[in-house]
C-alpha cells in the first residue's frame, strides 16, 4: 500500500531541475524528488539526534570516528574472509 499523496508546486533552479528530469528514469521526477527529499529529511532528523548526544555526552573526536571507522573496516574484512572460506 502507497502513501497518499499530494500536487505541490516548487520553485528550484532550471539548471537542478533538468539534471534531475535527466537522471530520474522511468519512475519519474516526482518520484525523483520525493526520494531526494526524504533523505534529507532523514539527515536533518539524524543531526537534530547528533545534537542532542553531543549535548549530553559532548562533541566526538576525530580520534573516536577514526576507531569506529577501523573497527567497521575490520568487521566487514572479517566478514569477507568467512564469505570466502564457506565457499
Known sequence: MSE???KYSITMPRDIAEAAKARSGPSGLSAYVASAVARQIER???NELIQVAEAEHGPVT???IQSL????HQARHEQ???GANAA
Do not use: I, K, M, V
Not at 571507522?69 to 567497521?72: C, F, I, P, T
Open 69 to 72: 571507522r577501523d573497527q567497521l
Open 44 to 46: 536533518d532528523n539524524l
Open 80 to 82: 569477507t574472509q568467512r
Open 62 to 64: 576525530d580520534e573516536q
Open 4 to 6: 497518499p499523496t499530494g
